[in-house]
Each structure stands twice: as structure tokens, then as C-alpha cells.
């Protein structure tokens, strides 16, 4: 039997689409419910599911120094870290416990909350810590939070998206598509 | 009339044809055989999904496997450089990587689709022997294939325009190539400074309706996606559909087959699998085409071993599973001063075959292709997970301006080029690993031939020339280490002439069981310079011609 761990794959794949699946379907309406209830909690400034309060203001504020916040939305504003609570709830539930043990031994460096410290401390002790598999999963936590889909509860208002310039959630395009195609059709035009 | 869909066949009685795998293969031969009149079952371990269940999710398609029914988590597969070495899992991505879904890989590739060359089919003879390999001449040549080639370019639907360099074709494209694209336009002007000629890359993916598909929207989620308007000329919406309409086949899909019974004549007579709630199952039938791909299908023969195939089915040469190629590859980026916005549109519109053929003057075997691609530029998370030049810190706002600044001005120069067969390169039941419903875990061993890297790092080289010439501000290159995964999963069960170094013959039956075929990216001898799905396709056409005639003979 694909078991278990295939069921759990599957369920939690049911969070986008797996619509083909039988065992997607049955689950599909409980996991819309699921993320409409996380990105209200989100909204509503709830408290974390997964993750302590304590845990939650670390991790937003390493997410915060990966894509820090200029003259531009960082991390923070993006909402990453509901993003890092729901996929450690969910379809990173697995990594949970390692994650927190990464956790520990990070905080362990230092005293006090890596949160409490300055900008300018944090950078010079995570700069310590980037080579880490624990900075590794937050990293790609980061990342994710800030350019998925904000269904997942991160990249609110799209701000990652926009930060690049990335519109290929709105679908179709026509050509051209960029400064060096135009031209060319232009010159091709021209040629006529 | 038939009701299309509904056949239903019993498993307790013969069907004409079992067909395991609903891909490139796979769904060619079910389109064929069944409209043909043959009933045929087809298994697909992984779920029916359709156009319309494609998404744009970046985290669900290429971070959690969704299309490739899950991750190393769910379908543990193991990986080693060596036979010393004992394989182990990888964390993150299997090294064999397939979609499971139907119409297989052929519903999330890129789409590219080159044909190969005469050269192709005969360089053992044009190059000489390569000492340590397995490097042979195919048993059909360019011309024998070529028919077929062009009812993939007509039936499945290809769009592109004849290159400087291509083999002849005995008929036009159907469709015109894609719109060029800024990289394209790049890639051109680069050649032509450095007097090379760059050509549109030809697609299986429409530019144009034709047979009754819709053209491409240019949404830009081709590669690792499926294509939610149905212009990617899949086997899920050009062969499945017609061979469901045909009332003669059957589309078992979520049913994973994990062996062949032989009956005492030494012929296949069932095939077992487990359904979608795991129970175990057996579908009898009077002939059986394997068509998984070039891992699945040597696991499935490996597996089915028998006390009369001690060594499994088809492999009295000792070659299932070896020979295992996944085409090389390097790649190089390049940044630009103004906007391509590369997460538009097809992956690759323009690209540059000069190098195809080998070259022995360059002092290895080997040739490939250059590619004009968007590659990682084509989605956000993975842009910014990966395309980092050297000097540019992985976090901190350095990381976040070269992430704003970059994403929609850069492109990807993806060279893929020849794998030589090596007997070291192969496909093994894992000895300790299962996967998700209990088979033995696909073992993956590779290294890539000194050749094939250096043939790579020969292309990285044209590639950064290419960029410099085209005027990128900034362009840097990937070190070149082997390979430990690959999406081409090529030569495992080859076919050939001689029974002792080969597993199917000229017409894809198996030299050791007359009602065993295979055929699939498994069947290749040589592995072409990177695009291998046309050939498959082409070679399933020719397959199924072959494999009806047989059975209106009673030949098998």
C-alpha cells in the first residue's frame, strides 16, 4: 500500500490542487478551510499555530535579516513568518523537531533572544551561522514564505512578487515579452 | 457506439495488450494498438489528472513533487556514484525523476523536442570503439526512423522551423516555431558576432491550433508544469483522449504494477499491481508492452525474476538496467541591462546546434547543444534559491537588490550533450529501501564519463563567449561536477541485433520472451545531445506498427 506516508503526502498536496486524486478530493474542502482560517488568523494579527510565541518572533526575525526591509518590503512585511508556522504545521510538520532543535542550538550561541539583539549583532552572529542546516531551512522557508503563492500565508499583497517584477500568477501573455523581442520585431517591422 | 472512458476490461480474462506506463511511450502505443482494435489496458501508478488540475504553484509543483507523486519522503529511491559506495536516500529530490500522472514526463517537461541526427544512429561506426563503454551503432538508421518522426510532428503536434544543421525532414513543421523571445533574440545576436548560427528550437508545444488544441498562452509554466490550456502536446491530450474514444482501452490509472508472472511456456501472462487502496491485483494478458521509462522499467523487469529468470525478465544479457544515461550538462547565466522578463512564454526559443556533432580534434567524444533558456528565471523561489553569481551573499540586502534587480534580466545558457553507455551507470534493486507501496527501492548509480564532462565544460565555454558576445553586463558559470539525478532515463534495456548485448530487438520485443516488448527512453543505444522525448515517441509509432502487425499474424 502507498501508505500512510503517501496519504499524508497527498492530503497535504491537497492544500493547492490534487484534484485528480480520490483521496484529494475527500480532503480538499477541509484544507481550503484550513489556509482561509490561516490567512484570516493572519489578518486578524492571531496568535501562531504552530510555533510558540517565542519561536515565532526568532524565526521573523532571522526571515527579517535573509530579506531585510529597505526602501523596499522585506521579509517581515510579507508575512513569512505565518508562512514558516503553517508549513511547519503542515507539509513541513515532518522537519518540525529538527527545526527545533536547530532552534535551540542557535539560541544557544548567544544570550538572550536572537530577536532582542540589534541588526547589526544579528547579522555578525548569523553570519557565524549561514552555513548551517538550520540557517539553510530557514532560508529556504524565507525564500518560499516570501515568493509563493500567498495562499501558503506568506507574500502578502504580493510584495515578493512585485519586489522583482514577477506577474506570472496573472497567466497569459502576448509577445513581446521584454525590452530585446520588441525590438527585434520592431527591426523586423522596419524591414518590410 | 463506444462510450468514451467507460470500457471497463475484466482482469480475470486476457486482454490483448497490457501497456505498463501512460507516458511518451506508453500513451502512443495505447492511441495505436486500440484504434487499431486491440484491447488494451494501460497502468498509470499515478493519478488522472487533467488540464483544467494544472496549477501555477511553485511550492506545491517543484518544492513538494506534486507531480511526481511525492518526494524521497513517499518514493524512496537511492543514489551512490559507485557500486563500492552504499546507495543512501537523498533528502530533498530522487535521482530519478519522472512524472507520475497520466501522460507521464510528456505532461511536465519543457517540451523540447529535437530529432535526431543520421550521426546519431552510426557513430560507433563513423568514431571508432571507446574503450571501458558500451558505445554501439543502433540496429535502424535515421531514414528507417524518419516517417515517424514526422507523424510525431503532424500527431502529437511539434512547432519550429527547419535549422541549418537539421537531418532532413520528408515533411514541413505543422505549426510555426514559437514566437522568439528575448533570450533568443540575444543568443542570435551573439552568434552572429562570433560567426555561429543560432536556430529556433523546435516544440512540442502549439503555436497554432491544430488537431483540435488550442495554441500556447505563453504563461510561462512549461517546465516542471502541466499546461493547463492543453497547447504542451502531452500524451494525456493528444493520444489518451483518442485512445479512450477508440471503447478499446482501458486507462488504469493510480494502480502501481510491481510484477510479470511468466506462465510454463515461458510466455508474460499476468500482471500484478496494487489499485488505489493498495490491495493487490492481477490483469491477465495476452501480451505485454513495457513502457514506464528508463528507471521504472528496469525495476519492474529486475523485479519480476522467477526461478526460471533467476536474473529477471528480458535478461538473459545481463543488460537491464544497465547503460544508464541522462544526457550531461552545464549551464551558464548572463544578466543584461534591460528587461527580458524570461518567466514569459516557453523555456527555449532559440538555440544553437554548431557543436552537435563529435569533434575528435577536440581530444574526447562528445557534442551538444546550446539552449537559450530561462530556466531558473522562469519561477521566483527557485530563482532566488539558486541563481547567485560568485560575490553576491546568500542573504542580507546585497542578496535582496541582486534578487530585485536580476530576476527579469537574466538568462540561462543550458548546453545538455551526450552520456556514453557505461556498464557502471545503472539501474539496481535497492537491497534495503522500498517504496511508498513496497517495492524495492530504484538504485541509482552513476558517474558521468570524463568525456561527457569535458564535453560540457567545452559548451560552458562557447556559452560564455555567447553571453559576452551578446553583451552581458554580467555572466558567471556553474562548476561542473557529475551528475547525481537526471530526467533522461535512457539506455537501460537497449535495443540491438545481438541477444548477448542487447534486450529487445529492432522492433522492440524482447530477444528472450516473444510476448514481452519494451519500449520507452530505455530502448535508446546512444543518447543523443539532450532532447530524447521526440525519439521516444518516434520510436513508439514505429513500435506499434510493428507490434499490430505481429498480432494480426498471430505472431506473438
Given at each position: 500500500m502507498p501508505g500512510d506516508k503517501l496519504s499524508r503526502r497527498l492530503f497535504l498536496q491537497g492544500s493547492s490542487t490534487l484534484a485528480g486524486s480520490s483521496l484529494a478530493r475527500v480532503s480538499m474542502p477541509g484544507m481550503l478551510a484550513l489556509a482561509e482560517a490561516a490567512c484570516m488568523a493572519r489578518d486578524a494579527g492571531a496568535t501562531f499555530e504552530t510555533l510558540t510565541a517565542d519561536e515565532a518572533a526568532v524565526f521573523d526575525a532571522i526571515a527579517a535579516r535573509i530579506l531585510p526591509t529597505t526602501d523596499t518590503p522585506g521579509a517581515h512585511e510579507a508575512d513569512v513568518i505565518y508562512f514558516i508556522d503553517k508549513a511547519l504545521g503542515s507539509f513541513m510538520a515532518a522537519e518540525l523537531e529538527s527545526i527545533r532543535k536547530g532552534l535551540a542550538e542557535f539560541q544557544a550561541g548567544?544570550?538572550?533572544?536572537?530577536?532582542?539583539?540589534s541588526e547589526q549583532d544579528q547579522d555578525a552572529y548569523l553570519a557565524t551561522r549561514d552555513r548551517s542546516r538550520f540557517f539553510g531551512r530557514v532560508r529556504f522557508m524565507t525564500l518560499a514564505g516570501f515568493f509563493g503563492m500567498s495562499s501558503y500565508g506568506g507574500n502578502r499583497n504580493d510584495v515578493g512578487w512585485k519586489l522583482i517584477g514577477f506577474?506570472?500568477?496573472k497567466g497569459a501573455w502576448t509577445p513581446p515579452f521584454g525590452y530585446y523581442d520588441a525590438e527585434y520585431m520592431r527591426e523586423q517591422k522596419d524591414g518590410e | 457506439m463506444a462510450n468514451e472512458g467507460s470500457v471497463k476490461f475484466a482482469t480475470r480474462e486476457a486482454v490483448d495488450f497490457v501497456i505498463v506506463g501512460s507516458g511518451s511511450a506508453g500513451g502512443i502505443l495505447a492511441k495505436e494498438l486500440s484504434t487499431a482494435g486491440f484491447d488494451v489496458v494501460v497502468f498509470e501508478q499515478g493519478p488522472y489528472r487533467k488540464a483544467e488540475d494544472f496549477t501555477h504553484d511553485e511550492i506545491s509543483v517543484l518544492y513538494l513533487n506534486e507531480l511526481l507523486g511525492g518526494g524521497p519522503e513517499v518514493h524512496q529511491q537511492t543514489f551512490r556514484h559507485h557500486e563500492s559506495e552504499v546507495a543512501k536516500v537523498s533528502e530533498f529530490e530522487n535521482p530519478a525523476w519522472y512524472a507520475q500522472t497520466v501522460g507521464g514526463s510528456s505532461a511536465h517537461f519543457s517540451a523540447n523536442f529535437w530529432r535526431l541526427r543520421e550521426s546519431d544512429f552510426k557513430e560507433r561506426s563513423l568514431l571508432g570503439p571507446i574503450s571501458g563503454t558500451n558505445f554501439a551503432d543502433w540496429p535502424i538508421s535515421y531514414e528507417e526512423l524518419e516517417p515517424y518522426y514526422t507523424k510525431v510532428d503532424w500527431e502529437i503536434g511539434v512547432s519550429g522551423a527547419p535549422g541549418p544543421y537539421d537531418a532532413p525532414r520528408s515533411k514541413p513543421f505543422p505549426v510555426p516555431p514559437m514566437p522568439i523571445k528575448s533570450a533568443g533574440v540575444l543568443m542570435e545576436r551573439g552568434a552572429r558576432k562570433l560567426g555561429l548560427r543560432a536556430q529556433p528550437g523546435p516544440l512540442a508545444i502549439l503555436s497554432r491550433p491544430h488537431n483540435g488544441r488550442a495554441a500556447c498562452?505563453?504563461?510561462?509554466?512549461?517546465m516542471d508544469f502541466g499546461c493547463e490550456v492543453g497547447a504542451k502536446s502531452s500524451t494525456l491530450v493528444t493520444m489518451i483522449p483518442l485512445a479512450e474514444a477508440s471503447g478499446h482501452c482501458e486507462i488504469r490509472s493510480e494502480c502501481a504494477v510491481y510484477r510479470l508472472e511468466t506462465d510454463k511456456n515461458g510466455k508474460v501472462s499476468e500482471v500484478l499491481y496494487y489499485d488505489a487502496d493498495g490491495n493487490e491485483q492481477s490483469q491477465k494478458a495476452k501480451a505485454v508492452i513495457v513502457s514506464g521509462n528508463g528507471a521504472e522499467t528496469a525495476r519492474l523487469l529486475l523485479s519480476s525474476?522467477?526461478?526460471?529468470h533467476p536474473v529477471g525478465l528480458a535478461n538473459s544479457s545481463g543488460f537491464v538496467g544497465r547503460n544508464l544515461m541522462f544526457n550531461s550538462h552545464s549551464i551558464a547565466m548572463g544578466v543584461f541591462e534591460h528587461p527580458l522578463n524570461e518567466y514569459k512564454g516557453i523555456q527555449v526559443s532559440r538555440l544553437l546546434h554548431e557543436f552537435y556533432e563529435s569533434d575528435p580534434s577536440r581530444g574526447f567524444y562528445g557534442g551538444g547543444g546550446i539552449e537559450a533558456r530561462s530556466l531558473l528565471g522562469a519561477t521566483p523561489i527557485r530563482y532566488a534559491d539558486f541563481a547567485l553569481p560568485p560575490g553576491i551573499p546568500t542573504w542580507g540586502a546585497m542578496f535582496k537588490d541582486f534578487l530585485a534587480s536580476s530576476f527579469n534580466h537574466q538568462i540561462t545558457m543550458t548546453n545538455s550533450a551526450t552520456s556514453l553507455a557505461q556498464d557502471s551507470n545503472n539501474i539496481t534493486l535497492d537491497p534495503t529501501h522500498k517504496d511508498a507501496w513496497g517495492r524495492p527501492s530504484i538504485r541509482v548509480t552513476y558517474r558521468d564519463h570524463p568525456d561527457d564532462l569535458a564535453t560540457v565544460k567545452f559548451l560552458q565555454d562557447r556559452a560564455m563567449e555567447l553571453l559576452d558576445a551578446a553583451g552581458a553586463t554580467q555572466s558567471w558559470r556553474y562548476g561542473i561536477h557529475g551528475q547525481s539525478g537526471g530526467a533522461h532515463l535512457l539506455g537501460t534495456c537497449r535495443m540491438g541485433n545481438d541477444p548477448a548485448s542487447s534486450v529487445v530487438d529492432r522492433y522492440h520485443r524482447s530477444h528472450d520472451i516473444k510476448n514481452l516488448f519494451v519500449c520507452d527512453g530505455s530502448s535508446l543505444v546512444t543518447s543523443g545531445r539532450g532532447q530524447p522525448t521526440m525519439t521516444i515517441m518516434a520510436l513508439a509509432f514505429r513500435a506499434a506498427e510493428h507490434i499490430a502487425a505481429a498480432a494480426k499474424a498471430n505472431n506473438i
Amino acid at each position: 500500500m502507498p501508505g500512510d506516508k503517501l496519504s499524508r503526502r497527498l492530503f497535504l498536496q491537497g492544500s493547492s490542487t490534487l484534484a485528480g486524486s480520490s483521496l484529494a478530493r475527500v480532503s480538499m474542502p477541509g484544507m481550503l478551510a484550513l489556509a482561509e482560517a490561516a490567512c484570516m488568523a493572519r489578518d486578524a494579527g492571531a496568535t501562531f499555530e504552530t510555533l510558540t510565541a517565542d519561536e515565532a518572533a526568532v524565526f521573523d526575525a532571522i526571515a527579517a535579516r535573509i530579506l531585510p526591509t529597505t526602501d523596499t518590503p522585506g521579509a517581515h512585511e510579507a508575512d513569512v513568518i505565518y508562512f514558516i508556522d503553517k508549513a511547519l504545521g503542515s507539509f513541513m510538520a515532518a522537519e518540525l523537531e529538527s527545526i527545533r532543535k536547530g532552534l535551540a542550538e542557535f539560541q544557544a550561541g548567544i544570550s538572550g533572544a536572537f530577536s532582542d539583539l540589534s541588526e547589526q549583532d544579528q547579522d555578525a552572529y548569523l553570519a557565524t551561522r549561514d552555513r548551517s542546516r538550520f540557517f539553510g531551512r530557514v532560508r529556504f522557508m524565507t525564500l518560499a514564505g516570501f515568493f509563493g503563492m500567498s495562499s501558503y500565508g506568506g507574500n502578502r499583497n504580493d510584495v515578493g512578487w512585485k519586489l522583482i517584477g514577477f506577474d506570472g500568477h496573472k497567466g497569459a501573455w502576448t509577445p513581446p515579452f521584454g525590452y530585446y523581442d520588441a525590438e527585434y520585431m520592431r527591426e523586423q517591422k522596419d524591414g518590410e | 457506439m463506444a462510450n468514451e472512458g467507460s470500457v471497463k476490461f475484466a482482469t480475470r480474462e486476457a486482454v490483448d495488450f497490457v501497456i505498463v506506463g501512460s507516458g511518451s511511450a506508453g500513451g502512443i502505443l495505447a492511441k495505436e494498438l486500440s484504434t487499431a482494435g486491440f484491447d488494451v489496458v494501460v497502468f498509470e501508478q499515478g493519478p488522472y489528472r487533467k488540464a483544467e488540475d494544472f496549477t501555477h504553484d511553485e511550492i506545491s509543483v517543484l518544492y513538494l513533487n506534486e507531480l511526481l507523486g511525492g518526494g524521497p519522503e513517499v518514493h524512496q529511491q537511492t543514489f551512490r556514484h559507485h557500486e563500492s559506495e552504499v546507495a543512501k536516500v537523498s533528502e530533498f529530490e530522487n535521482p530519478a525523476w519522472y512524472a507520475q500522472t497520466v501522460g507521464g514526463s510528456s505532461a511536465h517537461f519543457s517540451a523540447n523536442f529535437w530529432r535526431l541526427r543520421e550521426s546519431d544512429f552510426k557513430e560507433r561506426s563513423l568514431l571508432g570503439p571507446i574503450s571501458g563503454t558500451n558505445f554501439a551503432d543502433w540496429p535502424i538508421s535515421y531514414e528507417e526512423l524518419e516517417p515517424y518522426y514526422t507523424k510525431v510532428d503532424w500527431e502529437i503536434g511539434v512547432s519550429g522551423a527547419p535549422g541549418p544543421y537539421d537531418a532532413p525532414r520528408s515533411k514541413p513543421f505543422p505549426v510555426p516555431p514559437m514566437p522568439i523571445k528575448s533570450a533568443g533574440v540575444l543568443m542570435e545576436r551573439g552568434a552572429r558576432k562570433l560567426g555561429l548560427r543560432a536556430q529556433p528550437g523546435p516544440l512540442a508545444i502549439l503555436s497554432r491550433p491544430h488537431n483540435g488544441r488550442a495554441a500556447c498562452s505563453n504563461c510561462g509554466f512549461c517546465m516542471d508544469f502541466g499546461c493547463e490550456v492543453g497547447a504542451k502536446s502531452s500524451t494525456l491530450v493528444t493520444m489518451i483522449p483518442l485512445a479512450e474514444a477508440s471503447g478499446h482501452c482501458e486507462i488504469r490509472s493510480e494502480c502501481a504494477v510491481y510484477r510479470l508472472e511468466t506462465d510454463k511456456n515461458g510466455k508474460v501472462s499476468e500482471v500484478l499491481y496494487y489499485d488505489a487502496d493498495g490491495n493487490e491485483q492481477s490483469q491477465k494478458a495476452k501480451a505485454v508492452i513495457v513502457s514506464g521509462n528508463g528507471a521504472e522499467t528496469a525495476r519492474l523487469l529486475l523485479s519480476s525474476a522467477s526461478d526460471s529468470h533467476p536474473v529477471g525478465l528480458a535478461n538473459s544479457s545481463g543488460f537491464v538496467g544497465r547503460n544508464l544515461m541522462f544526457n550531461s550538462h552545464s549551464i551558464a547565466m548572463g544578466v543584461f541591462e534591460h528587461p527580458l522578463n524570461e518567466y514569459k512564454g516557453i523555456q527555449v526559443s532559440r538555440l544553437l546546434h554548431e557543436f552537435y556533432e563529435s569533434d575528435p580534434s577536440r581530444g574526447f567524444y562528445g557534442g551538444g547543444g546550446i539552449e537559450a533558456r530561462s530556466l531558473l528565471g522562469a519561477t521566483p523561489i527557485r530563482y532566488a534559491d539558486f541563481a547567485l553569481p560568485p560575490g553576491i551573499p546568500t542573504w542580507g540586502a546585497m542578496f535582496k537588490d541582486f534578487l530585485a534587480s536580476s530576476f527579469n534580466h537574466q538568462i540561462t545558457m543550458t548546453n545538455s550533450a551526450t552520456s556514453l553507455a557505461q556498464d557502471s551507470n545503472n539501474i539496481t534493486l535497492d537491497p534495503t529501501h522500498k517504496d511508498a507501496w513496497g517495492r524495492p527501492s530504484i538504485r541509482v548509480t552513476y558517474r558521468d564519463h570524463p568525456d561527457d564532462l569535458a564535453t560540457v565544460k567545452f559548451l560552458q565555454d562557447r556559452a560564455m563567449e555567447l553571453l559576452d558576445a551578446a553583451g552581458a553586463t554580467q555572466s558567471w558559470r556553474y562548476g561542473i561536477h557529475g551528475q547525481s539525478g537526471g530526467a533522461h532515463l535512457l539506455g537501460t534495456c537497449r535495443m540491438g541485433n545481438d541477444p548477448a548485448s542487447s534486450v529487445v530487438d529492432r522492433y522492440h520485443r524482447s530477444h528472450d520472451i516473444k510476448n514481452l516488448f519494451v519500449c520507452d527512453g530505455s530502448s535508446l543505444v546512444t543518447s543523443g545531445r539532450g532532447q530524447p522525448t521526440m525519439t521516444i515517441m518516434a520510436l513508439a509509432f514505429r513500435a506499434a506498427e510493428h507490434i499490430a502487425a505481429a498480432a494480426k499474424a498471430n505472431n506473438i
